[in-house]
């Protein structure tokens, strides 16, 4: 099950990568939801989403890896 939420964080932060804002918010849940490994993955992730959107950058800050 923990899996199937990692992919549905990966989803949901595709979707709302056109707004910091939201992006941030979904962030923030995803790091009281997922566990330390998963967070590790979606910290790769959300970098391949910076690459092509910079202004994404400032919510790494809510990851703590």
């Not at 979606?42 to 703590?64: A, G, M, R, T």
Request: aromatic letters at 8%; hydrophobic letters at 45%.
């Amino acid at each position: 099950m923990a899996r199937a939420m990692l992919d549905y964080t990966k989803t949901v932060l595709n979707k709302v990568s056109f707004d910091a804002s939201l992006f941030c918010k979904e962030v923030q849940k995803a790091a009281q939801r997922l566990l330390p490994h998963e967070l590790e993955e979606l910290h790769q992730f959300i970098l391949s989403i910076v690459q092509q959107n910079p202004e994404l950058n400032q919510c790494l800050i809510y990851l703590k890896t």
